[in-house]
């Protein structure tokens, strides 16, 4: 590794690597490079949309699914691009990482990495809605009870619907759906309406399958109008069982 060495040698190359990236690289040694040759982008985490130059609409999640993802593929041999918004855990090591922090960024990211991808696996949580006009400064408090400010709110680009034509031919393409009510049905429309092979759905009132939790408790829905119920997993383990459906998708094609 680069950085400060010891004995007061100043910085350079020679240092030990942290445990963490030693453990990341062997594991990729040992693991069985199923994805060898295939290149995967991942997106993870949330996005913020500018209110004001100090406030912004996000939501909860926490970028620990798509950061799961991305180091699976990584180990698996793939050469890996995780697309991530303002995470609350650190990236993996491995994958090249893009910053993004707008719907609009992961959008233009996504895009420019679609068309050379064998998989995409949408594992973000763009959000749906931003200001319609930032304000270039700060909002001030409306004061009197009562007193109500109005937030005009417009839809995000549908990143998925928006970027079908610049799949490779054979890709796999990976939604994800957090419903709170008919999560079956929402995911089902969603699988259509965004052309994907396959829709990874947990409902958020499910207790260990929300954010901000190291498990999950997915459904996994197919193009074909198959599904399987995963049990409750930790998301390291719900990332192997996508990618090992994701391999299957690939080898058919």
Do not use: C
């Not at 994805?35 to 209110?51: D, H, L, S």
């Not at 829709?199 to 197919?222: C, H, M, R, S, W």
């Amino acid at each position: 590794d680069t950085g400060e060495l010891a004995w007061g040698e100043g910085v350079g190359p020679g240092r030990l690597p942290e445990p963490d990236a030693l453990l990341a690289h062997i594991a990729r040694t040992l693991e069985r490079p199923s994805f060898a040759g295939k290149r995967v982008v991942v997106t993870a985490g949330p996005t913020r949309e500018a209110i004001d130059p100090v406030r912004f609409i996000s939501n909860r999640s926490s970028g620990k699914m798509g950061v799961a993802v991305a180091a699976a593929a990584w180990r698996r041999g793939a050469d890996t691009i995780l697309v991530a918004g303002p995470l609350a855990v650190d990236p993996p090591v491995g994958p090249a990482v893009i910053r993004v922090e707008t719907v609009a960024d992961m959008d233009e990211a996504v895009r420019a990495e679609l068309p050379a991808a064998d998989v995409l696996v949408m594992a973000a949580a763009p959000a749906d809605f931003r200001p319609k006009r930032a304000a270039a400064s700060k909002l001030k408090r409306v004061h009197g009870a009562g007193a109500a400010r109005v937030l005009e709110l417009e839809t995000t680009e549908d990143i998925l619907a928006g970027s079908r034509h610049l799949r490779r031919p054979g890709a796999v393409v990976v939604g994800f759906a957090l419903e709170t009510e008919d999560v079956v049905a929402n995911a089902r429309a969603k699988l259509a309406s965004k052309d994907l092979d396959m829709i990874v759905v947990n409902d958020a009132t499910q207790p260990g399958a929300g954010f901000e939790v190291d498990t999950n408790k997915v459904a996994i829905l197919y193009r074909d109008g198959s599904s399987e119920d995963l049990p409750l997993l930790s998301k390291d383990e719900v990332a192997e069982a996508i990618l090992d459906r994701v391999e299957a998708l690939l080898h058919g094609r």
